[in-house]
């Protein structure tokens, strides 16, 4: 697959995170549909094919976790690519390790800059 033809379905409840990290992916020519949480990302998941999840791991409603388990049992799995920042109970790196025990690859713990989360869709888009 052209690297850039990939769709990704960015799900994340921060607003200016959200807005920053799709215009980070759309201005690398990736074709991005956006979400702010994990409820509606399963019911997008269920209509359309994304080749890349970035979904956050902390979230109202259905977290990352939650989505990891829906995505797990999908014929067609999008590879999912997991951020956080930490939680009240968990850090971004415990939330991260459960992600990848989980399936998803190329963790990023946020803050992140503009090259980590270009690279980490570019690392897993080349699997």
């Given at each position: 697959m052209n690297d850039k033809s990939a769709r990704i379905l960015l799900v994340e409840d921060d607003e200016a995170g959200s807005a920053v990290f799709s215009r980070i992916l759309r201005d690398a020519g990736y074709d991005v549909a956006v979400t702010s949480d994990g409820r509606e990302a399963i019911q997008l998941l269920k209509k359309e094919n994304f080749d890349v999840v970035?979904?956050?791991?902390?979230?109202?409603?259905?977290?990352?976790?939650?989505?990891?388990?829906?995505?797990?049992?999908?014929?067609?799995?999008?590879?999912?690519?997991?951020?956080?920042?930490?939680?009240?109970?968990?850090?971004?790196?415990?939330?991260?390790?459960?992600?990848?025990?989980?399936?998803?690859?190329?963790?990023?713990?946020?803050?992140?800059?503009?090259?980590?989360?270009?690279?980490?869709?570019?690392?897993v888009l080349q699997r």
């Open positions: 970035l979904t956050d791991m902390l979230m109202p409603n259905v977290d990352g976790v939650e989505l990891l388990i829906f995505i797990r049992s999908m014929p067609q799995k999008p590879v999912v690519v997991p951020m956080s920042g930490g939680g009240s109970h968990l850090s971004a790196s415990q939330m991260l390790s459960l992600a990848v025990k989980m399936g998803a690859l190329a963790p990023l713990v946020k803050p992140f800059t503009r090259d980590q989360l270009l690279g980490a869709i570019a690392s």
